[in-house]
């Protein structure tokens, strides 16, 4: 039921330029009162944080690109208005530019895994896969897209910060 885009799942690589070591950083996407950066027109329009218009869930950080998208004139660029008002909430959150940002669906993600011959990870836990009952079973395993995507995306039994880590794992 719901209209519009709304990442999933948003994290910043950080490169240390000197050893060329990278930082995983998740951002929850349920953060509130996401900030844009200073002298933007975003930031202008939120000075104390994004705070959408209707419902609670449409102050979330999550929310920036659909309300990018309805209001094109705050975020020109040439990325679109969607990408670049998260880019933005990013930046002004972080406090730290965003150079460049990788964007891909569910489906593709899979097929991304599935192309690279599917991803080893050690699992601490039982992962649910699916409604039938499935679970992705503790250990050192490989896993192909459908898995991998079940092993990032699983909110069941756990927290958007133990699901967070877990999606730190896969790109790691």
Request: net charge negative; charged share 25%.
């Amino acid at each position: 039921g719901r209209e519009g885009i709304r990442p999933d799942s948003i994290t910043v690589v950080s490169v240390d330029v000197r050893s060329g070591r990278p930082l995983l950083i998740s951002l929850p996407r349920n953060l509130e009162k996401a900030r844009f950066p200073e002298g933007s027109e975003a930031a202008e329009r939120f000075p104390t944080g994004f705070s959408g218009e209707g419902d609670r869930s449409e102050w979330l950080l999550n929310a920036t690109w659909t309300y990018g998208e309805a209001n094109p004139e705050l975020f020109p660029g040439n990325a679109g208005a969607g990408v670049t008002a998260v880019e933005q909430a990013v930046e002004g959150t972080l406090g730290m530019p965003i150079h460049y940002h990788a964007i891909i669906d569910l489906f593709g993600f899979r097929d991304l895994v599935d192309a690279l011959g599917g991803v080893t990870i050690r699992i601490t836990e039982e992962i649910p896969v699916g409604q039938d009952g499935r679970v992705l079973e503790p250990g050192l395993r490989r896993l192909d897209g459908y898995e991998t995507l079940w092993y990032a995306r699983s909110r069941s039994e756990s927290s958007d910060y133990a699901r967070m880590g877990r999606q730190r794992c896969v790109l790691g």
